[in-house]
């Protein structure tokens, strides 16, 4: 792919109206957008959440856990709607996690809300864990699939022209919006997997593309818990699980209505999809945690950094950035990041939305280590300052940086304690280890 070239500051991009911001993105990262067709990027930017901390505040102020745990397997229940800014770093999970405790009498009655939240803090600490090898199986997949599975994504899929009243309503809401809820998600990559026989890789590369939410941890271990590589048995969706969390609103007017791909009870979907019948529970997965990151050469605090920030921490709400108020920032899109995942128009936008609280942020596209290094010196800065993440691509950038530059990570404000966990093998062993700390808000 052929993308703009290093060097060149394209923060003032962050501060433009979004139909102009989604115009200019759209010329500079066209590879991003084949599928907007021409003359309709000012019409769709209107169905995207928008990005930054003033929308993120709105959407944390409607919370409202006890309706949460009530409602959220249903499509239209009291879901948050805040994963995308909690992708990014504009919202923190114990910052969530503080909000939903305020909301309720009890903290047991945020539970379910903040339980949620906890899995977000589990997929970063197994990609911790496991770095890039989460993008293959880890473990086999508990039940035989009958066939070998295509690596690509399906057109009729693409084109929401499967015929099926539910998938192709949730790939153009994916397409249209970034977004879908988590029992769409769920349903969506189920068929992908058990019914047409897509890998799960390729449905999680996909939903990665569009997702404003989509960060690899999350995404891809979820798209490996629906498939048996990464759960004890695989996830099967059925019409009676969809009418009953849609209120049968896709399937009144669908036209395979009775003779779908997804009739049945799962015994029966089981029956006719796997080899065999799903195995029961096997061997338990152990999987120990990783300790704290420090980069190679790594330092304690510098004197004067350049603040980094990465897709984890592109906001204000950096803990990087609030340890230097008045330190430059910079942010750097990585050639690398966009071949590989080659974001859509929607993340795009959203992410420069996010980037424009950022005061006289720079913004710049080439090799991270190098252009941190040059901006570092040019800047008259001692260091580098940056947030944790799991993220790997950030990380050995780190420790190419820190073999020449001093390099210090910052860490989020605490979640939970993870002293107690000893195995992340499952999500059940993680959660008994931290929810006590979970539920109880951050010190004053």
Not at 240 to 263: A, K, M, Q, W, Y
Not at 293 to 306: I, K, Q, S, T
Request: with cysteine; hydrophobic share 45%.
């Amino acid at each position: 792919m052929t993308w703009p070239s290093a060097g060149g500051d394209i923060g003032p991009l962050a501060c433009l109206g979004r139909s102009d911001l989604a115009a200019r993105l759209a010329k500079l990262f066209s590879a991003a957008v084949d599928r907007v067709a021409p003359g309709s990027v000012a019409a769709g930017v209107h169905a995207w959440p928008r990005g930054g901390r003033d929308a993120a505040a709105v959407r944390l102020a409607t919370i409202d856990p006890v309706a949460y745990a009530r409602s959220r397997n249903h499509v239209a229940g009291a879901v948050t709607m805040l994963s995308p800014w909690i992708r990014h770093g504009v919202l923190s999970l114990a910052e969530v996690r503080d909000a939903a405790l305020t909301r309720v009498s009890r903290a047991e009655q945020a539970e379910k809300l903040v339980s949620e939240l906890g899995w977000r803090d589990y997929w970063r600490q197994v990609h911790a864990a496991l770095g890039d090898g989460i993008f293959t199986g880890i473990e086999p997949p508990a039940a035989a699939w009958r066939k070998p599975a295509i690596d690509c994504m399906p057109e009729d899929v693409l084109a929401s022209g499967t015929g099926m009243a539910c998938i192709d309503a949730f790939v153009r809401r994916l397409h249209d919006t970034g977004w879908l809820h988590n029992h769409e998600r769920m349903w969506l990559a189920s068929w992908l997997v058990h019914v047409r026989g897509v890998h799960w890789r390729a449905g999680a590369d996909w939903f990665l593309r569009h997702l404003l939410d989509g960060d690899p941890a999350s995404n891809h271990l979820s798209w490996q818990w629906v498939a048996g590589t990464f759960s004890a048995r695989p996830y099967l969706f059925n019409r009676e699980n969809l009418e009953t969390f849609t209120s049968g609103i896709h399937c009144r007017e669908c036209p395979l209505l009775g003779r779908c791909d997804v009739e049945g009870s799962y015994e029966d979907l089981a029956s006719r999809l796997f080899d065999s019948a799903p195995l029961g529970p096997r061997p338990s997965l152990r999987l120990r945690p990783a300790p704290p990151w420090r980069p190679l050469n790594g330092v304690a605090r510098p004197d004067r950094p350049l603040v980094w920030l990465t897709l984890d921490s592109a906001a204000a709400t950096s803990p990087a950035a609030r340890a230097y108020p008045a330190a430059p920032r910079l942010f750097v899109i990585d050639p690398a990041w966009l071949d590989e995942e080659r974001p859509s128009l929607a993340r795009l936008v959203f992410l420069f939305e996010c980037l424009a609280d950022v005061p006289g942020i720079e913004i710049r596209v080439g090799p991270p280590a190098e252009i941190l290094r040059d901006r570092a010196a040019a800047l008259g800065c001692d260091g580098v300052a940056v947030a944790d993440t799991p993220c790997p691509r950030v990380r050995r950038t780190a420790d190419a940086v820190a073999g020449t530059t001093p390099l210090a990570v910052y860490d989020w404000p605490a979640f939970c304690d993870r002293s107690r966990v000893k195995d992340l093998g499952r999500f059940s062993r993680y959660w008994q280890a931290v929810s006590r700390s979970a539920l109880a808000p951050t010190p004053s």
